[in-house]
């Protein structure tokens, strides 16, 4: 997903680009280099977060912990909810296709910088 994307669906608050110097063959002799960007991206702390009680329910909480004594790696499965989480609130997805996003997702890839704006959502019960 683009950037522009990620902003407009709410994962992303803010973003700047800045342009990459570009490279020189022989002195004073530039060629042309296509400019690459590098984005900050940073939290917004007057987001507000709306939801009811039984969306949380439907993460069954209660179960977590039994997952992870059944050896289901913790960080996984908080990276599972977390991420289906915000699905939830800023993609529209239910919660069953939020879920199960999010579940390939971890499965298939590394933890992502932009994960650390994720809500810890078991902090919202």
Same mark, same amino acid.
Do not use: C
């Given at each position: 997903?683009?950037?522009?994307?990620?902003?407009?669906?709410?994962?992303?608050?803010?973003?700047?680009?800045?342009?990459?110097?570009?490279?020189?063959?022989?002195?004073?002799?530039?060629?042309?280099?296509?400019?690459?960007?590098?984005?900050?991206?940073?939290?917004?702390?007057?987001?507000?977060?709306? $939801?009811?009680?039984?969306?949380?329910?439907?993460?069954?909480?209660?179960?977590?912990?039994?997952?992870?004594?059944?050896?289901?790696?913790?960080?996984?499965?908080?990276?599972?909810?977390?991420?289906?989480?915000?699905?939830?609130?800023?993609?529209?997805?239910? $919660?069953?296709?939020?879920?199960?996003?999010?579940?390939?997702?971890?499965?298939?890839?590394?933890?992502?910088?932009?994960?650390?704006?994720?809500?810890?959502?078991?902090?919202?019960?």
């Amino acid at each position: 997903m683009a950037l522009a994307d990620l902003m407009k669906k709410g994962f992303l608050t803010s973003g700047t680009a800045t342009p990459a110097t570009p490279a020189t063959h022989k002195a004073g002799n530039r060629l042309p280099v296509a400019t690459v960007a590098t984005v900050a991206v940073m939290k917004s702390p007057n987001l507000k977060v709306t $939801f009811d009680a039984g969306s949380l329910d439907q993460f069954r909480f209660d179960l977590v912990q039994s997952d992870i004594n059944s050896g289901y790696p913790a960080d996984d499965l908080h990276r599972v909810n977390n991420m289906a989480w915000a699905f939830m609130q800023k993609g529209g997805m239910g $919660f069953e296709e939020a879920i199960k996003h999010a579940a390939v997702i971890v499965a298939a890839t590394q933890i992502a910088a932009y994960e650390a704006a994720y809500i810890d959502v078991m902090a919202l019960v």
